[in-house]
């Protein structure tokens, strides 16, 4: 069982930058793969970006490809999304992701796929 917890969400102007991180509990990270998602208002909840749990694998949503970088330290339990040149449409709120192993090459995009979620934080970029 893995616990998740996000944080470093908040206001910023467009083209400005934003870390948020995500922190987990439990035994288990090591074989967790993690993933970041977000839902705007009256919106589905997308996929933005996850690492897997081995050698690394990172996958990125097209709308956020060279603007956002996720990454993971396993021995801190902790993913991460560093947030740069950030526009308008990021606004959401950021949901971290878990799911107990997973193959490397699966990005796994959909909501369903993941089994653990924290309660999320909102990002705000205005103009």
């Known amino acids: 069982q893995v616990q998740l917890a996000e944080s470093g969400g908040g206001l910023v102007q467009a083209g400005g930058s934003l870390r948020l991180s995500c922190a987990a509990s439990?035994?288990?990270?090591?074989?967790?793969?993690m993933g970041w998602f977000r839902q705007a208002p009256g919106k589905d909840r997308e996929f933005v970006g996850s690492?897997?749990?081995?050698?690394?694998?990172?996958y990125y949503a097209d709308s956020v490809k060279g603007r956002f970088t996720i990454s993971r330290d396993n021995a801190r339990k902790t993913a991460t999304l560093q947030m740069n040149s950030l526009k308008p449409e990021d606004t959401a709120v950021y949901y971290c992701?878990?799911?107990?192993?997973?193959?490397?090459?699966?990005?796994?995009?959909?909501?369903?796929?993941?089994?653990?979620w924290g309660r999320g934080t909102q990002v705000t970029v205005f103009s």
């Open positions: 690492i897997s749990w081995s050698v690394g694998y990172v």
């Open positions: 439990g035994p288990t990270f090591t074989s967790t793969t």
């Open positions: 992701a878990g799911r107990d192993y997973g193959a490397v090459y699966n990005p796994y995009q959909f909501p369903d796929e993941w089994g653990y």
